[in-house]
C-alpha cells in the first residue's frame, strides 16, 4: 500500500501570511497532483507535477515535487480568505494505475 | 458546473431502505470512479468503471452495489446499510485511468444512514 502522509492536519492563519503543506511518501510516485475542496463540494484539480524537481506557479500557489519523487510541498503566499480549503495531494504509484490520496490539510484563512 | 452531475446532494436512509445514488458526465470521459470520504480518513476508492467495464472493486461490501450503463452514468444502489456507512460518496470521471489532467469530481452525496 503507498501511503501519502499530509502535513500540518489542520493550518489557522491570518490573511496575508504564507504557508506551506507537505506531503509525503516512503513510496515513489510517478506524478503527484494537488486539489483543493471546499466545503460541500468535491475536489478540484490544481496542478499535476511529473518531474523530480518541478515547480509550477499557479498565481500565489506554488508547488514543487521532490526531487526523488517521494513528496510534494505546496506554498502559498500572501493567502486570502478564499483560499480557505481542504488541500488533498494525490499519486499515481510506479505502475498503478489508482490514484492515491492523503487525508489532507484543512486550511482556514482568517480575514 | 463541473462537469459532473450527483443527485441527490443529500441522503437520510434507515438501515433496511434501498436507494441510489446516480451520476453523470458530459465530458467524454471513458472511466468513471466511485469515492467515500469519511471524516479523518483519506479518500477511499471503491469502484472503477473504464469503458463501461468495472476495473477495480476495492473489497468493498456487498451492501453496495455499482452499475455503469454507459460511459455517461455511475449509479450505486445501497440496500441494508450501517450506521458507519454514513460518509461523503464521491463521483469522479477522468481520460482513461491514469491521467495527468487528474479527475473530475462531482459535488457528492452527503449520506447518512440511521
Known amino acids: 500500500t503507498q501511503l501519502l502522509e499530509q502535513s500540518p492536519q489542520f493550518l489557522s492563519i491570518q490573511e496575508g501570511e504564507n504557508l506551506t503543506v507537505y506531503c509525503n511518501s516512503s513510496?515513489?510516485?510517478?506524478?503527484l497532483q494537488w486539489y483543493r475542496q471546499e466545503p460541500g463540494e468535491g475536489p478540484v484539480l490544481l496542478v499535476t507535477v511529473v518531474t523530480g524537481g518541478e515547480v509550477k506557479k499557479l498565481k500565489r500557489l506554488t508547488f514543487q515535487f521532490g526531487d526523488a519523487r517521494k513528496d510534494s510541498s505546496l506554498h502559498i503566499t500572501a493567502a486570502q480568505p478564499g483560499d480557505t480549503g481542504l488541500y488533498l495531494c494525490?499519486?499515481?504509484?510506479?505502475?498503478?494505475?489508482?490514484?492515491?490520496f492523503g487525508k489532507g490539510t484543512k486550511l482556514s484563512v482568517i480575514p | 458546473e463541473t462537469g459532473v452531475t450527483q443527485t441527490p446532494r443529500h441522503l437520510v436512509m434507515g438501515m433496511t431502505n434501498k436507494k441510489s445514488l446516480k451520476c453523470e458526465q458530459h465530458l467524454g470521459h471513458n472511466a468513471m470512479y466511485w469515492y467515500k470520504q469519511s471524516a479523518k480518513k483519506p479518500l477511499e476508492l471503491m469502484f472503477v468503471?473504464?469503458?463501461?467495464?468495472?476495473?477495480e472493486n476495492n473489497s468493498v461490501p456487498s451492501r453496495f452495489s455499482p452499475e455503469c450503463p454507459n460511459s455517461s452514468h455511475l449509479f450505486l444502489h445501497l440496500h441494508t446499510l450501517q450506521p458507519e456507512d454514513s460518509a461523503l460518496y464521491l463521483c469522479a470521471s477522468s481520460q482513461g485511468q491514469q491521467n495527468y489532467d487528474g479527475y473530475t469530481f462531482g459535488s457528492g452525496t452527503r449520506l447518512t444512514v440511521v
Open positions: 468503471y473504464n469503458f463501461k467495464e468495472q476495473t
Open positions: 494525490a499519486g499515481y504509484g510506479a505502475g498503478s494505475y489508482q490514484l492515491t
Open positions: 513510496s515513489v510516485f510517478s506524478s
